[in-house]
């Protein structure tokens, strides 16, 4: 697959991401499905206190941010953002958040602790489905195999977890010193004399920075890999004889790297030569004073 396809699809999924992202989250407010459980009102903030509802937001822009940058590249074989390494933190960073919300909320805080059915729950079309399932998985898909373009370090990979940490922050202190109430219990510290109360915060807020880190760890990592994989073969495809470097086969990036790299062969043999001539002359002298 040559770069500008991977473009192209990335532009497709972000573009799909987006849009049911915004439908979704208008669906929350507005209840554009019929029969839709619209638990806000239109112009009720308290919906953003919520766990679910933040991750989407910022699963939105990110994919948003994804398409100017693809498009931006489609017109002009430039990337938008030359260091490309905010967006990918802050495209995973909500992809992270997703899958923590669907882990902490899907699968532990309604079955277990409201005691639902977590089938009738996941796959409820109005919102669930799409909020816990169907956008974070599809996230997680184009991120790692469509929005590849360079590999980042893997010291940012802690800058991952700051939105899951932020929030948790915020509504666990503001909860603790009785200002705002927070939206799950189980991120609440004011009861946590009993075990099970202790073991639920634990889970929810120890495990879900741990597990969110993990798994964004992992992530970037197997990213990194596929970026790799990637640039080696571009760079074999140049190799094997492909002279004019066609954006359409390879990205400028490459062909700055490739440039370099063989400005620096050429400098090594001039020196080699160099050193060469200079023991040939002395040999010379050498033998002409014998």
């Not at 079309?125 to 469509?146: E, T």
């Not at 639920?200 to 790799?228: A, T």
Request: proline residues 2%; contains cysteine.
């Amino acid at each position: 697959m040559t770069r500008r396809r991977s473009y192209q699809l990335s532009l497709f999924f972000n573009s799909l991401i987006f849009v049911l992202e915004c439908f979704v989250i208008c669906n929350r407010f507005l209840g554009f499905i019929p029969y839709s459980d619209t638990l806000f009102s239109l112009y009720d903030y308290t919906a953003f206190y919520n766990l679910d509802v933040v991750a989407n937001v910022l699963l939105a822009l990110s994919s948003f941010a994804m398409m100017i940058r693809e498009i931006k590249y489609l017109n002009t074989r430039k990337d938008c953002f030359r260091k490309n390494t905010f967006l990918t933190i802050f495209k995973l960073s909500s992809i992270v958040m997703s899958l923590i919300s669907f882990g902490l909320l899907a699968c532990y805080y309604y079955p277990v602790i409201k005691n639902e059915n977590i089938v009738d729950f996941l796959f409820d079309f109005h919102y669930n489905l799409w909020a816990f399932l169907v956008l974070p998985w599809l996230s997680l898909v184009s991120f790692m195999f469509f929005d590849r373009d360079k590999k980042t370090k893997f010291r940012f990979s802690f800058f991952v977890i700051l939105p899951i940490i932020a929030y948790l922050a915020v509504f666990v202190v503001l909860d603790y010193i009785d200002i705002l109430a927070a939206p799950f219990s189980i991120i609440s510290m004011k009861d946590l004399q009993k075990d099970s109360n202790m073991m639920e915060f634990l889970i929810s807020v120890i495990g879900s920075v741990i597990g969110g880190y993990l798994l964004g760890s992992l992530v970037l990592l197997y990213r990194n890999h596929l970026c790799q994989v990637t640039y080696n073969y571009e760079i074999d495809i140049v190799n094997l004889g492909v002279d004019n470097f066609d954006y359409e086969v390879i990205d400028h990036t490459i062909r700055n790297d490739l440039k370099k790299g063989r400005s620096k062969k050429s400098k090594e043999a001039e020196k080699e030569e160099n050193k060469e001539e200079t023991k040939n002359k002395k040999k010379k002298k050498s033998e002409q004073i014998a």
